[in-house]
């Protein structure tokens, strides 16, 4: 058996793709473990090797690892009162 770490599968995010990530100001909440906003947005490029520049919903940019984005379906973060769109495949549909 080889030592060493083990290689995870880098996080390939495309241009338009729909993300995540917790970096907003911090939330009081009842313990001391210090918490952050979750903001959505969109991938606009890359900027670096598993860097992305992401411009969040709230109109602000930032360059950011992918680690620490979480990839989300389009359809997430939408407020009530934005019709869903409608399905065209089964797969969607699911989804919806």
């Known amino acids: 058996m080889e030592g060493g ?3 995870a599968p880098q996080k390939c995010l ?3 793709q729909r993300v995540s990530g917790a970096v907003g100001n911090f939330i009081e909440g009842p313990s001391k473990q ?3 906003e979750r ?3 969109h991938v ?4 670096g090797e598993k860097k992305y520049l992401i411009r ?3 109109g602000e940019e930032k360059e950011l690892p992918s680690t ?3 990839v989300e379906h389009m359809i997430a973060s939408l407020p009530p009162d934005v019709p869903l769109p409608n399905p065209v495949t089964a797969q969607e549909e699911a989804i919806l």
């Open 44 to 47: 606009l490029r890359a900027v």
């Open 39 to 41: 903001w959505f947005g």
């Open 5 to 7: 770490r083990r290689s």
């Open 56 to 58: 969040f919903d709230n």
């Open 14 to 16: 495309a241009s338009n």
């Open 68 to 70: 620490i984005l979480k």
């Open 34 to 36: 210090r918490r952050r």
